[in-house]
């Protein structure tokens, strides 16, 4: 594996069409512009809102708000085993159907509170109190309006428009094969939401390099991935697909582990971020993570696109979702996933890795306020974006590409 | 079955829009025709009994805070709170008593009770400054049944009475306002729009379902129930017998030119054992509680329940009983937001009894507000999905068609 | 509260310092705040000795009652107020609304 050491435009040289010009701020603090992503990007791209197991039984569902769509997804599965998401609004005065964020409707429907209007597991107005007084109503027409709705690797999908030209399988397009299986023995085990003034692309963008590893991590974790021989932490593999993108976070397995941290890897090898044994390989994982093998591997990011950032390591991820409010402000959803422990030295060692990397997660958060204050300011009109920073590149051409030509 | 549609069938039925309850235009517009230069109820006359009395208001949908005062000569008069000099609000406070004159605290200009600019402090410094043409801007205002009006046109169309009109002055004929206290005022904003928060004070149908757990009427709440999971079933309801005359449903319904009247059907006083409080309230309630009295049931419904009275565009009157009423105000802040502000009047107890039944009919109106506008917010923030464009209402909810189209009318009117 | 208890009342007294509240948005806000067992405690205390209180409060008009006897009647309407979540909802709060605390509640006429 050749590492990346500061050979100007290796990645570029790779990826031309990436190129290496700066780029303008305008996408960043636009509201013009953010307005054409909530059309040209949020409305015409599936969106992550949840994992398949959220809805195992017939009749479980969940609600999730989509700000982007201006709207709240219910997803259910029908009393025919169908997953099915739908716009949660009444027909008849709009109010939220689904009352509570998840639960199993299969006995009492979904009953309005507002009026009692109710809608079945499969979206049907099964029931109009009083029905007789509504003129022309027709029950059979007037069910919850659906979203496309799909699963790639135990991921819900929905799709604001309920027949998209484009199926799931090619929206996902080049890595729809490579995660087999990846995701499917672990379960989520810790999450929790916050509020940021940033536009939703910063937090994306600082994902996908590392090079603010060794600033923004130093007293954290920058040592345990940069080591001496990589400082700047320059990532080893990039992919750069038609929509999406991962890059590897290398290890430095030769250090001495923090005292809590060995008892974590001792009792929890398997579940890591910052591995400091050799063992964390490719062994057993599927192509797409750790796609390149890089030998001393420490996780993946992927870069799901629109809104979705997985860290995928062994035993492990973590998925970070980010809704738009407005051009600056965000909503950032994170969970936890993780192979179930077997013993308590596990469970343990687990919540070590929570903890550290909730507090990773913290530390991007606060760099980014000031950073969008930044870019707000008129004092930059273009970011060079660095060769080490191509996956930020390509993603800012992505959505760009999106917004101009709608596709 | 009698439907009221069969009574104003210029009234289409199905569904009515979902833009105008979002739309930023559609708000704008509003403002221009349905608020300004309208009859907006905004007090009563026993809040100003005295020369120098006033009351601020300030009111998002005119962009302006509004007092009315009394003056030294016993009239009523609405102003802007802005001095003619540099735009600063010249009373402060919410409400209070002026003596002969007040002061500009910016820059010290002096107004007397009747508007007039009586003094400007080193007045040799302005060139071409004529007192006399800067007194503060008026608004029209007037009175009904002691209700106070005020109107952004100092020279309105229509005068009050015109706008009340027979019909729904002769709603309320002999009904005791002058006697009445105003108890206690609620408000609270909510993240809805204007019209659709005063939608849900005309219609009945939200009773069962919203009101479940407090006003609601056990039969039909489990009558519903029964229904829901047997068509969930895929099954045929059990024939249950028709309640003739169901909470949720209005006895009568009268729709004017822009505002309109609707009764809800009562129950006849039942015979089972009260639980302590209430029973309580039926004992030492002030008396008359009865329906057949001046103002009320004016329709003679033969099992009444309670009046309500919605006056174009934002006020309406709830009547149950001659010794108390409630006025409600739905007052726009923006095209997604509202303030509704309700004031509980009473006549003055007389005893700890009276004053202890009332409080529980207040009581029990702050929980039944808080359930009738708890949907409000949940359905605003579905509005701009694009799951549905329209709205459906049914027969029953055809005074708040009414209330849609009146408003819709004026909003497109050349 | 330190106007006064009527003697034979001597024993709600106990609920004065928490339940005499002088403003209605003190009450509604202290009773959606208990929980259901303080609500119903005072509710029960005060039911018992009900036909008694009403009596004893409405031998004069409301404007004749000495200031001693403040204490016992804010008492009693906080007692309509907890008697909705005992009597009517079952909880101290309905089971659908917005926050209770975005609820102004500005008193008018005294009491």
């Not at chain 1, 819900?156 to 299986?181: M, N, W």
Request: with cysteine; net charge negative; hydrophobic share 40%.
């Amino acid at each position: 594996m050749a590492a990346a050491t500061g050979v100007n435009y290796e990645w570029a040289a790779r990826y031309p069409e990436v190129g290496t010009k700066p780029l303008p701020v305008t996408p960043y603090i636009s509201p013009e512009y953010f307005e054409a992503e909530r059309q040209r990007v949020f409305r015409r791209c599936w969106l992550i809102v949840g994992r398949v197991d959220e809805a195992e039984k017939p009749g479980d569902f969940f609600v999730r708000d989509m700000p982007p769509l201006d709207t709240s997804a219910l997803v259910v599965r029908g009393d025919d085993g169908k997953l099915r998401a739908f716009h949660n609004m009444c027909k008849h005065r709009g109010n939220q159907v689904a009352a509570t964020p998840r639960g199993n409707a299969c006995e009492a429907g979904f009953p309005c509170l507002f009026h009692g209007w109710t809608y079945d597991t499969q979206g049907r107005l099964a029931y109009v109190p009083d029905e007789q007084f509504f003129v022309g109503l027709d029950r059979s027409r007037t069910g919850l309006m659906p979203m496309a709705c799909e699963v790639w690797e135990g991921f819900v999908f929905v799709h604001s428009d309920p027949a998209p030209s484009q199926p799931l399988t090619d929206f996902i397009g080049e890595i729809r094969t490579t995660y087999d299986g990846y995701f499917s023995t672990m379960k989520r085990v810790s999450g929790y939401q916050f509020d940021m003034n940033i536009n939703w692309k910063v937090f994306i963008d600082v994902s996908v390099e590392g090079c603010h590893a060794a600033y923004v991590h130093g007293n954290n974790i920058a040592r345990q991935f940069t080591g001496t021989e990589n400082p700047f932490l320059h990532l080893p593999s990039k992919r750069l697909y038609k929509l999406h993108r991962t890059v590897s976070i290398p290890a430095d397995l030769s250090r001495e582990p923090r005292p809590l941290e060995g008892l974590s890897h001792k009792y929890n090898a398997a579940t890591s971020y910052t591995p400091t044994q050799a063992k964390n390989t490719a062994e057993g994982l599927p192509p797409g993570v750790n796609p390149d093998r890089v030998p001393s591997w420490a996780f993946d990011i992927l870069s799901l696109f629109p809104n979705m950032v997985m860290l995928t390591a062994k035993g492990t991820y973590i998925t970070m979702t980010f809704w738009p409010l407005s051009v600056n402000r965000t909503r950032v959803d994170v969970v936890f996933y993780m192979d179930p422990a077997k013993t308590l030295g596990e469970r343990v060692g687990q919540e070590y890795t929570i903890a550290m990397m909730r507090d990773v997660i913290r530390e991007d958060a606060d760099t980014l306020e000031p950073v969008q204050r930044g870019l707000e300011s008129g004092a930059l009109t273009e970011i060079p974006f660095s060769d080490e920073e191509i996956a930020c590149r390509h993603f800012y051409l992505t959505v760009d590409r999106m917004v101009k030509n709608g596709k | 079955m009698r439907l009221f549609s069969d009574t104003y069938t210029d009234l289409k039925p199905g569904t009515v829009p979902i833009e105008p309850y979002y739309s930023e235009d559609y708000y704008r517009r509003e403002q221009q025709r349905v608020f300004r230069g309208q009859w907006l109820m905004v007090g009563r006359v026993e809040q100003l009994a005295q020369p120098g009395d006033y009351f601020n208001k300030d009111l998002a949908v005119l962009e302006s805070s509004v007092f009315v005062m009394r003056g030294d000569d016993g009239k009523l008069r609405a102003f802007h709170n802005s001095c003619r000099h540099r735009g600063n609000r010249v009373l402060a406070k919410s409400c209070g008593k002026l003596g002969k004159a007040f002061t500009c605290g910016f820059h010290g200009w002096t107004y007397d009770l009747s508007g007039s600019l009586i003094r400007v402090p080193d007045e040799e410094c302005f060139t071409d400054l004529h007192k006399d043409e800067l007194g503060l801007r008026g608004l029209a205002c007037d009175t009904w049944n002691g209700f106070i009006f005020i109107n952004t046109d100092p020279r309105p169309r229509e005068s009050l009475t015109a706008f009340i009109g027979k019909e729904m002055d002769a709603q309320v004929a002999g009904f005791p306002f002058a006697g009445m206290e105003l108890a206690a005022t609620y408000e609270v904003e909510l993240g809805a729009n204007w019209k659709f928060l005063a939608e849900a004070y005309q219609e009945a149908y939200h009773v069962i379902a919203v009101h479940k757990d407090t006003v609601a009427d056990r039969g039909t709440v489990s009558r519903w129930e029964v229904e829901r999971r047997a068509a969930l079933r895929g099954e045929a309801p059990p024939a249950l017998p028709d309640d003739p005359t169901p909470g949720h449903h209005f006895s009568s319904v009268r729709l004017f030119d822009r505002h309109r009247s609707m009764s809800v059907f009562g129950k006849p006083k039942s015979d089972h054992q009260l639980p302590p409080a209430i029973d309580l309230c039926a004992r030492f309630a002030p008396s008359p509680t009865r329906s057949d009295y001046g103002g009320l049931n004016t329709h003679k419904d033969a099992s009444w329940g309670a009046d309500l009275h919605f006056l174009f565009p934002n006020t309406e009157l709830l009547m149950v009983t001659p010794t108390w009423y409630l006025q409600l105000g739905f007052w726009p802040v923006n095209a997604q937001r509202s303030r509704m502000e309700v004031n509980f009047y009473r006549q003055p107890p007389r005893t700890a009894g009276e004053l202890l039944a009332m409080e529980y009919f207040e009581a029990n109106f702050r929980d039944i507000v808080r359930e009738d506008v708890a949907a409000l917010e949940p359905a605003q923030a579905m509005f701009r999905s694009g799951a549905t464009s329209g709205l459906w209402l049914s027969d029953q909810e055809i005074p708040a068609r009414h209330s849609f189209e009146v408003i819709d009318r004026h909003v497109r009117a050349d | 509260m330190s106007a006064g208890f009527p003697e034979q009342f001597r024993d709600l007294e106990r609920f004065a310092a928490t339940w005499a509240i002088v403003s209605r948005h003190g009450r509604y806000q202290h009773r959606v705040r208990s929980t259901m067992d303080e609500v119903r405690e005072f509710y029960d205390a005060i039911t018992s000795r009900l036909e008694a209180i009403m009596k004893y409060l409405n031998r004069v008009g409301l404007a004749e009652l000495p200031a001693s006897d403040r204490t016992l009647l804010y008492l009693m309407l906080a007692y309509m107020e907890a008697s909705r979540a005992v009597e009517v909802i079952g909880a101290t709060e309905v089971h659908w609304g917005f926050d209770s605390s975005r609820l102004k509640i500005i008193d008018g006429a005294e009491l």
